[in-house]
């Protein structure tokens, strides 16, 4: 498979997205201790770890769904959730929070659809609602995002009449339809029943290869394999390694990596 751009091809661009000396905590648990990590345009980074090490909060943090408490997290230029004026730093206010947000899709686990809306509908609530889009425009937008996941034709179908597999690729059309500049997924697949995972990570790899970035916090090791330009690997809310897919799923350098690779293989 060809990625866009090539997978392992050397970027030169400025990263898209920078996370610098990131620590959060949950009360008295210190959930991120110093997290660093750039991404670049087009690139598809996957993070490892074991239950707890601080992955899908990392992904919250980058999304603004969870406020830093020290380092600074920055898509696009912009630093997520504060900014500067006059020399001093203020913090983002609801409405500049969700618009920096358009920027930055984010499909979770669990689905999280309108249950009393149509697959359509769910869609093309965000065109309309948060990028002020016509209804037709919305609707158009909606339908290329559903066509994109291979479900057009269930446009008209509520959640309910639809498998756990089609309700994610709903839920990753949504966010395809805000045009974001970058993809955040949290376990995307992790919910579902096994015979439906297949579907979900094909639509992923359509999206890696049309040229999206993104960051994808994930247990399957194959499909990391195929479709990472990187993959990070964390543990106790720290980064303890980094590299091109192969050498880190092949040839880990720390022995905490192996040790988990052996038991998720």
């Given amino acids: 498979?060809?990625?866009a751009p090539?997978?392992?091809q050397a970027r030169t661009q400025?990263?898209?997205?920078v996370i610098d000396d990131v620590h959060?905590?949950?009360?008295?648990n210190h959930i991120l201790r110093g997290v660093?990590?750039?991404?670049?345009?087009?690139?598809?980074?996957c993070v490892l770890g074991p239950s707890g090490s601080g992955k899908s909060t990392l992904l919250r943090c980058i999304n603004g769904l969870e406020a830093v408490e020290s380092g600074t997290v920055e898509v696009g230029g912009d630093r997520v959730g504060y900014k500067m004026h006059k020399g001093q730093l203020f913090e983002h206010t609801e409405r500049e929070s969700a618009r920096?947000?358009?920027r930055i899709g984010m499909v979770f686990q669990h689905f999280n659809l309108f249950t009393h809306m149509t697959a359509l509908e769910n869609v093309s609530y965000g065109p309309r609602r948060v990028l002020g889009l016509s209804k037709a425009k919305a609707k158009e937008q909606g339908l290329d995002a559903l066509g994109k996941v291979g479900l057009k034709d269930k446009a008209g179908s509520y959640p309910a009449q639809l498998s756990g597999g089609q309700q994610q690729r709903?839920?990753?059309a949504r966010s395809l339809a805000m045009k974001p500049q970058v993809m955040l997924f949290d376990e995307p697949t992790s919910a579902l029943d096994p015979e439906l995972v297949g579907d979900v990570l094909q639509v992923m790899k359509r999206v890696a290869e049309e040229g999206m970035t993104m960051v994808v916090v994930t247990h399957e090791i194959g499909f990391?394999?195929?479709?990472?330009d990187r993959v990070i690997f964390m543990d106790e809310g720290r980064v303890i390694e980094s590299g091109p897919a192969a050498q880190v799923l092949d040839n880990p350098s720390h022995e905490r990596t192996a040790n988990f690779l052996r038991h998720v293989r």
């Fill in 1 to 3: 498979m060809t990625l």
């Fill in 6 to 8: 090539t997978q392992g």
């Fill in 14 to 17: 400025a990263p898209l997205m």
């Fill in 24 to 28: 959060k905590w949950l009360g008295k």
């Fill in 36 to 45: 660093n990590m750039s991404v670049a345009p087009g690139e598809i980074v």
């Fill in 100 to 102: 920096m947000r358009r």
């Fill in 170 to 172: 709903v839920a990753i």
């Fill in 224 to 228: 990391a394999r195929e479709v990472a």
